[in-house]
């Protein structure tokens, strides 16, 4: 048997006005991202804790308040109705949380995912946390746990290609329900 011949490396493409359109199409415009991207870590506080320390939760998109955890809005979210339960207590790590944050944390998850599921119901749910910058946690000076509503494609290619999410909901809108849901029974 004759060894093959190399490949020869791939012609550059002749440009075309087709392919200068494809090339336009690689950038989609986000404005939203825009806002996370450009935000300036100002020094004005952990935003977690000024969150919990103002009374306008409509602004600050706080949903529930329980004892020793409150539950707010991502402001952005990967899916309508990504949530998060927050602790009052200032912690970065799990062991310096009291067992009675952890606790009501949990159940705050369940009540959670019931309102959501009544609400939106999606097929499933992803619950986590980052502890820690370098396991992804974009607020990793105050412990979080996210509660994500999942649809199947919503991990489609504007996501995984463009960095981009489509929401068909705006956050003042999941706000209402959630808050709605929350108030009608615990």
């Known amino acids: ?47 977690f804790c000024l969150a919990a320390s103002s009374e306008r939760d409509d602004e600050n998109l706080v949903v529930h308040r329980a004892r ?13 109705g990504h949530l998060m339960v927050v602790p009052y207590q200032h912690v970065d790590n799990l062991q310096e949380a009291s067992s009675e944050t952890l ?5 705050l998850v369940q009540q959670s995912e019931r309102h959501l599921q009544e609400i939106y119901r999606p097929p499933g749910f992803n619950l986590g946390m980052n502890l820690g910058e370098s396991a992804g946690a974009g607020i990793a000076e105050h412990i979080h746990m996210h509660v994500l509503p999942r649809w199947p494609g919503d991990t489609n290619f504007m996501t995984t290609v463009a960095e981009t999410r489509v929401l068909p909901e705006d956050l003042s809108s999941t ?5 709605a849901a929350f108030k009608g029974r615990d």
């Open 68 to 80: 020793k955890n409150f539950i707010i809005l991502n402001l952005y979210p990967y899916s309508t």
């Open 175 to 179: 706000w209402r329900k959630l808050r």
């Open 1 to 47: 048997m004759e060894p093959r011949p190399p490949i020869p490396p791939p012609a550059e493409k002749r440009r075309t006005l087709r392919n200068r359109v494809f090339q336009f199409m690689d950038h989609l415009w986000s404005p939203w991202r825009y806002q996370y991207v450009q935000k300036e870590k100002t020094g004005g506080g952990c935003v």
């Open 103 to 107: 606790e009501e944390m949990m159940l």
